[in-house]
């Protein structure tokens, strides 16, 4: 038999993502063997149906069908036999899905199998036996056990035949399922005494191509004279039968009359169907009481045909049936089927994106196989009913990692029977991040506090971020941001650890100098594209006691002498002067205080703690010497105090002159003298040794220009003039004087005295001949060497005119 498939289809769109192909084939073909271009018929190229690793998802176990991605094209993958599968249903059909993900969609699909003549017709027992009475009448009728062929359709059974027909022929009934009875009808009168075993032929033809048969061996027993056969009270008995009803339950009853007496009114009960039958029902023979042996199942058989046969021991039978509609329970829960589901999905999914898509199936049926699903958690997924049990797991918000990174989703289904059933599934899916949050600083700002004079390098604070969302996108690194204090880069003052956030400080900071500056750090994630946020950082830097004071008044002189003078009269608390000092710190640091250190006569004078008044602190008498010196400290309040000396010279007289007779003779300390005698001692070694070189200098100048003016004077060669940087023609003398001033300066201490000397004027002239001989003559006096204002000669008559006077 030509095994090719019938190349028919029918598609049929469902919605953007769902379509429907039926290809109609031949049961039993080879494995292998093409089916039909599902790729081209859905509209499909085969690298989508690659990419989308499309699969086919089936609802039962066995799977008859495979799909070729690379081809695009749908095989047979185990072989199909039509009766093991649909039995008697027609039509007898595959149906599954083709699923496809990235993005998800399904597609469904029928594959109709048609029946081939491959099954004859069979009875179930090949041989039969009757006794009949030669008495029976023309018209008696007995019922034979019907043939089954599996095939349906043409190759169903078609008509019987039986041979001979010489006392007997066949009548088939038809009944309302599409089953005929068939009877043998006695058509002549039986003799016993011409023929006491009967042997007839029954055979059972379909109409396939070719035809196929079966036979069943009839032998009739003919016996003498029973003529009243047995007769049911009613040829159909129905009754109803709830399924999962337990073994023993009592069916119905059926009750057959038989008018003989003895033996030949005896009724015998059986049951004429198949083995089917017989292990589910069983009948007693003598009451007629139908009883359940078996498990009835809604799901499978929805009703029952019992063929009932009463005999009588003289062989005469009449057959009713037994009508048994199963009643549905609701014993199925609803079956939940995963066709396709993701575990990961991003957080920025957009609504509606599906997840996961559910098939439900409820063998029961009206109420009993009614679902409806739901999700039992309050999550961002609704389900979605795409076609007649199909649902689809959508999201029905945004998601957000950082609030859940996980879901465990249970899907329940509920049947609407009485009591209701139910199944549910829990579905993990995990929420992928996206760098959809910025750091976030700790607080809004930060103020640091930090010493002046504190070592380069030194850990000021540390600002902390955290990123809410996860891994590389929650990695922060820190950056100083770009920006000046006073005109100079921030970078040259903090820097900022990009790792841990922990400020240091670049370089030393002095108080005096900056008190406080802020700036900005940038915290930074490493997510694509990066998200950022700043805060100000304030860094304060805190004094500390690094400067002594410094006395304003009265000032410090190195060669002058000032003297504050106080009158004799003088009465006690006379102000005699005011050291004043000031201290850079700040806070305790400039606190100052004023003491008296040292005194020529410490019971006259006394200094103020806290406004370094100087005051007498009795009355000045003639006796008091003149010239009195104070020697004060300013103290500051810092920890350590950091402290400065100044002297206060009091002159106690009544006029100037007094004063300035008694100051004239005043002698310095030992320690200046020594000073003084170490400086002078160094100053002679130096010039002593200056002199000696200019010495030198000048002679071995002098040689020289002696040599030079002795070659251009015996030379013909014409001489270019040469005028020095000080020289000018003026009025064509050749000469201008200089003038030199020298300035002397004297203090009554003839030790400490300034002298300024100026350069003596001297004249250079320059001669040129009239007549252009290109002769020159130089004349130069006999001071000339000493009058030149650059001579070497006459640097060193100064220095040594300079040591003179300091010796």
Not at 283 to 306: A, C, H, M, P, W
Not at 415 to 440: A, F, H, M
Not at 474 to 490: C, F, K, T
Not at 552 to 578: F, I, N
Request: charged letters at 20%.
């Amino acid at each position: 038999m030509n095994r090719r498939a019938i190349l028919f289809f029918c598609l049929v769109s469902l919605s953007s993502v769902t379509g429907q192909v039926t290809y109609t084939i031949p049961e039993e073909m080879a494995k292998g063997s093409v089916i039909g271009n599902i790729a081209q018929d859905l509209g499909l190229e085969t690298k989508r149906l690659i990419s989308g690793k499309a699969r086919i998802y089936t609802r039962g176990s066995d799977e008859y069908i495979e799909l070729n991605r690379d081809r695009g094209v749908l095989l047979v993958k185990e072989r199909i036999d039509r009766e093991t599968l649909c039995g008697q249903t027609t039509p007898c059909a595959l149906h599954f899905q083709v699923i496809l993900e990235n993005p998800m969609e399904f597609y469904s699909a029928t594959v109709q199998i048609t029946d081939v003549n491959d099954n004859a017709p069979t009875f179930e027992e090949i041989k039969v036996e009757f006794k009949i009475s030669e008495s029976a009448v023309i018209g008696s009728k007995f019922v034979l056990e019907p043939a089954v062929d599996l095939d349906v359709g043409i190759n169903d059974l078609k008509r019987y035949e039986l041979k001979p027909t010489d006392n007997f022929v066949l009548k088939l009934h038809n009944n309302a399922d599409g089953n005929r009875n068939v009877e043998m009808v006695l058509q002549k009168p039986l003799d016993r005494e011409k023929q006491e075993h009967i042997s007839l032929v029954l055979t059972a033809l379909d109409g396939g191509e070719p035809q196929l048969s079966g036979t069943m061996q009839i032998d009739i027993t003919v016996l003498d004279v029973n003529d009243n056969a047995p007769v049911f009270t009613q040829p159909i008995y129905k009754t109803i039968v709830t399924e999962n009803s337990p073994t023993g339950t009592v069916v119905s009853t059926v009750t057959a009359s038989d008018a003989d007496e003895g033996s030949n009114g005896k009724i015998t009960y059986s049951i004429g169907n198949t083995d089917d039958v017989k292990r589910v029902f069983s009948i007693n023979k003598e009451s007629g009481q139908v009883t359940l042996i078996g498990n009835i199942d809604f799901e499978v058989s929805r009703y029952f045909q019992i063929n009932v046969r009463a005999s009588d021991d003289g062989g005469l039978t009449d057959s009713c049936k037994v009508m048994i509609d199963v009643q549905d329970v609701n014993d199925n829960k609803p079956e939940i089927n995963i066709m396709s589901k993701s575990n990961l999905i991003s957080e920025d999914a957009v609504l509606n994106t599906v997840v996961t898509m559910i098939n439900i199936e409820d063998k029961d049926t009206g109420e009993n196989g009614k679902v409806q699903c739901f999700v039992s958690e309050t999550v961002p997924f609704i389900l979605k009913s795409s076609t007649n049990n199909f649902y689809s797991l959508v999201t029905d918000s945004d998601l957000d990692r950082e609030r859940a990174s996980e879901y465990n989703i249970t899907v329940t289904c509920s049947d609407e029977g009485v009591p209701s059933l139910s199944s549910s599934v829990t579905l993990t899916l995990q929420i992928s991040d996206v760098n959809d949050n910025p750091p976030v600083f700790e607080r809004s700002s930060y103020e640091a506090y930090t010493v002046e004079n504190n070592t380069p390098g030194l850990s000021i604070f540390t600002v902390k971020a955290t990123d809410s969302d996860w891994n590389q996108n929650a990695r922060v690194s820190y950056i100083l941001e770009d920006s000046s204090v006073n005109g100079v880069p921030v970078s040259s003052y903090v820097s900022v650890s990009a790792d841990s956030g922990v400020i240091h400080a670049v370089r030393s900071f002095d108080y005096e100098q900056i008190k406080d500056f802020q700036f900005r750090v940038k915290a930074q994630d490493g997510g694509s594209p990066p998200l950022s946020s700043n805060v100000t950082v304030k860094i304060m830097i805190q004094d500390q006691n690094d400067n002594a004071p410094q006395v304003l008044y009265p000032v410090q002189t190195g060669g002058s002498l000032v003297a504050e003078m106080v009158p004799r009269s003088a009465d006690v608390g006379y102000l005699v002067t005011k050291v004043v000092a000031v201290d850079v710190d700040s806070g305790q640091n400039a606190w100052l205080s004023y003491k008296l250190q040292k005194a020529t006569d410490r019971a006259l004078f006394e200094v103020g703690l806290q406004n370094g008044e100087v005051r007498t602190i009795r009355q000045v008498t003639d006796k008091d010497a003149v010239k009195q010196r104070l020697t004060v400290t300013v103290e500051d309040n810092g920890q350590p105090s950091r402290s400065a000396t100044v002297i206060v010279n009091v002159a106690v007289a009544d006029s100037f002159p007094e004063v300035l007779s008694e100051f004239t003779d005043f002698t310095h300390d030992k320690e200046y003298n020594e000073n003084l005698t170490f400086y002078l001692v160094l100053a002679l070694a130096v010039v002593s040794f200056l002199f000696i070189t200019c010495v030198v200098v000048i002679i071995s100048v002098k040689i020289y220009r002696w040599r030079q003016s002795r070659i251009l004077y015996h030379s013909n060669l014409p001489v270019i003039p040469y005028y020095p940087p000080r020289y000018s023609d003026t009025l064509g003398t050749g000469t201008l004087p200089h003038v030199y001033n020298y300035e002397v300066c004297r203090t009554t201490d003839s030790r400490k005295s300034d002298c300024k000397f100026g350069r003596a004027g001297s004249q250079n002239v320059l001669i040129m001949d009239p007549s252009s001989t290109g002769t020159m003559q130089r004349i130069q006096s006999e001071k000339s060497i000493l009058d030149e204002p650059d001579s070497p000669l006459e640097v060193g008559f100064v220095i040594a005119f300079l040591s003179v006077m300091l010796l």
